[in-house]
């Protein structure tokens, strides 16, 4: 349908983490809803780690086990990485679907 209307199909990039997020709602006149914790950071930083190695998806190491077992997926690369304003490194891997498209 999108390609339809538009001519093009969007591709995406993604990077994922899993960790607790803690959820507040600020703001007296203009009330907004923020999220903090270090799996955000570390999602975001995949996400730059997925656009420098041209992947389409790149995800921390829970998350690519947990997709290794299910047969639609397969792992590419796996690797512990720096991460930018992360003292320790990270184990990161890339994630394909089997047919091509995540």
């Known amino acids: 349908m999108y390609e339809s209307r538009f ?3 969007p591709e995406f990039r993604g990077g994922i983490a899993v960790g607790a997020v803690t959820v507040s709602e600020v703001g007296d006149v203009k009330r907004e809803i923020v999220y903090h914790g270090d ?3 570390i999602a975001s930083r995949l996400l730059e780690l997925c656009k420098k190695r041209d992947d389409r998806l790149v995800v ?6 947990a997709v290794e077992r299910d047969a639609r997926f397969i792992s590419g690369w796996r690797e512990e990485v720096p991460l930018r304003g992360k003292q320790q490194q990270v184990v990161a891997c890339s994630i394909q679907a089997v047919g091509g498209v995540v």
């Open 60 to 65: 921390s190491h829970a998350i690519g086990e």
């Open 39 to 41: 799996v955000l950071n």
């Open 7 to 9: 001519g093009v199909i």
